[in-house]
Structures are given as structure tokens and as C-alpha cells.
């Protein structure tokens, strides 16, 4: 297959699977707001496989914003936040030593702790201080990223060179 074409077709598969697990987790009250936990941001660590990954997660985390109603400043920077921890995950899993996995949850983890509270404090007038907002994003990022995300690396492990080729 083309490159052209693989990053089309993976781009489109990860987007859509993004897209999905938010939408459910949505139905929960779980994937906006003060408190996130969006399943889908498991999916951060695919970067750590391949690159075509990266433009999938930035156009499901798009399509997810879009379909769960927020507010276009924060459906361009959330996307864009999930976008830079994608290619830092990306680059961290080029590190030369052996456990470079551990550290592939890093880039969404900072990325969205980062951003996603200045954007529910200036776009949604949020109440609460900003670095409670970055604990409680954190703390969803980590169970996201951190716990569930590296639980689906270490699957996807076994078989990265027959899924990824």
C-alpha cells in the first residue's frame, strides 16, 4: 500500500475509533468538563507505532468536539492539544534506549493539562481556579493516557510490526 493511502486509511480508522469511544464516554458525562475521562485518549500512545497516527487523533479529537457540542475555541485547541501530545509521543518513542515506552503518555498528558484548563476557565467561564483545573485534567489524563493508553501499549506491543507495517 502507498504511503499516501496508509495514512488515509489509519488516519481514518484511528479518527473514527477516537470519535466513538468519546461519544460513548460522552453519554456518561465523562468526556467534557471540569472532570474528563475520555477512553479515547488511550489512542495518544499509537503515535509510539507510527506516525500515520498523529493526523487520526487530530481529526477524531475534531470530529469528537464537534459531535459533543463544545464551543469552537475549544474544538480547535483541544484538537490542537491532543495534535502536540500525539507528535511528542511520536518523537519520544524514536528515543534511542529500551523503556522509551514508558514515557509515550508524557506528551498528551502535559499537552492537555496544559491547555485544556485555560480553555474551560476563558471559553466556558469555568469558577474554578486554573490549578485545580489542571488537577483535575491531569488526573484524567493520567487514568486516559497514563493507565489505560499504556495498557493498550504493552498489547499492541506483541503484534506493532504486523498492525503497523
Not at 499537552?111 to 485544556?116: M, V
Amino acid at each position: 500500500m502507498k504511503a499516501k493511502t496508509k495514512t488515509v486509511v489509519y488516519g481514518a480508522i484511528i479518527a473514527a475509533m477516537y470519535t466513538v469511544l468519546t461519544v460513548f464516554v460522552s453519554a456518561f458525562g465523562l468526556a467534557n468538563g471540569a472532570i474528563q475521562v475520555r477512553i479515547s485518549e488511550a489512542l495518544t500512545i499509537l503515535p509510539y507505532f507510527t506516525p500515520y497516527a498523529i493526523l487520526g487523533l487530530f481529526a477524531g479529537c475534531l470530529i469528537s468536539n464537534i459531535i459533543t457540542g463544545c464551543v469552537i475555541w475549544d474544538t480547535i485547541f483541544g484538537s490542537i492539544a491532543t495534535l502536540i501530545g500525539a507528535v511528542i509521543t511520536y518523537y519520544l518513542g524514536r528515543l534511542p534506549f529500551k523503556n522509551s515506552k514508558w514515557l509515550a503518555p508524557l506528551g498528551p498528558i502535559a499537552a492537555n493539562t496544559a491547555i485544556i484548563p485555560i480553555i474551560l476557565s476563558k471559553v466556558y467561564g469555568a469558577k474554578e481556579a486554573i490549578w485545580f483545573l489542571c488537577v483535575t485534567i491531569g488526573i484524567g489524563e493520567v487514568l486516559s493516557c497514563g493507565v489505560l493508553g499504556m495498557i493498550l501499549l504493552v498489547s499492541l506491543e506483541k503484534h506493532a510490526d504486523r498492525i503497523f507495517k
